[in-house]
């Protein structure tokens, strides 16, 4: 197996949401719990908090003053969906600079593949707010590094459940990002049509693939095959990240597509053969959505075999 870069930090596990919140840290424990059954050789990348100019390659000054300004006793909600508490700003903020250490190491040479096992999520959170669980863009913020560091193609593939509209619109107006997503549609946050294609540069560089409930493997490999694939290979990145979101299996609580554990691995397999291809097999892979522990943790471990097989 090849060596993995892991970031894990239990700064993240410290990200209070309260007891009924479906972003607990219930669910980094059980990612925990699969990398800790590696038997294969793996690197530390050490958590660091981001910088504020690492923040604003995507936030607005106006939303990191914010975020760092909180000080935060018991569990606030900051909105409709997203909880906080004492220790969630050190949380988000090592998410993101855990995640630019990630694509450093591998823009360096030092690994090819890396899986940030982070919380609180990220592809929800827009420029200027919070929203969805996320409080920071952390694959946005890490594609804007790997474009400062001097690639000049990154490309995205967010498979959660729900469409990342933030990481869409961080890149919309851009050709150096190429940004796929599969999600459930119609479904929360309502972004991510398939006509939704990008302006001006950036136009044909955003593909949505929206995919209706009830939506299996025997679906996704169609798209896989059609869209994404075709996709990748005419865009040829010099490094894929993967919103790794779990929370379109079959099993899990928030949604209604219908993949199984087996197809997680399935489709991380893709996406290596197209690393293997394009991008000198630089992956770096970051953990979104999945809100069934049992689950959460198998398909963790499939998705970590296969990106390193």
Known sequence: ??????????????????????????????????????????????ARPATREELQLIHTP??????LGLNITGIVQLDMDTSVSEHSKEAALKAVGGTVEAIKRVIEGKITKAFCAVRPPGHHAEADRIMGFCIFNNIAIGAAKALEMGLERVAIVDWDLH?????????????????????????????????????????????????VAGSSDVDFRAAFNEIVIPALTNYGPELILISAGFDAHQDDPLGSLY??????????RAVRNIADKFSRGRIISVL?????????????????KELCA
């Open 1 to 46: 197996m090849e060596k993995l870069g892991i970031l894990y930090d239990p700064a993240f596990l410290r990200h209070e949401t309260g007891p009924v919140h479906p972003e607990s840290p219930m669910r980094l424990r059980a990612v925990k719990r699969a990398l800790d059954e590696i038997d294969w050789q793996t690197e530390t990348i050490k």
């Open 288 to 304: 979104e959505g999945g809100y069934n522990f049992a689950v959460l943790k198998e398909c963790v471990t499939v998705h970590l």
């Open 163 to 211: 469409h990342g509209n933030g990481t869409q619109n961080s890149f919309y107006d851009s050709d150096r990002v190429l940004y796929i997503s599969l999600h459930q549609s119609p479904f929360y946050p309502g972004s991510g049509a398939e006509e939704e294609k990008g302006i001006g540069r950036g136009l044909g560089y955003t593909i949505n693939i929206p995919m």
């Open 259 to 268: 993949l199984t554990t087996e197809y997680f691995g399935e489709m991380t």
């Open 62 to 67: 106006k939303h990191v003053d914010f975020i």
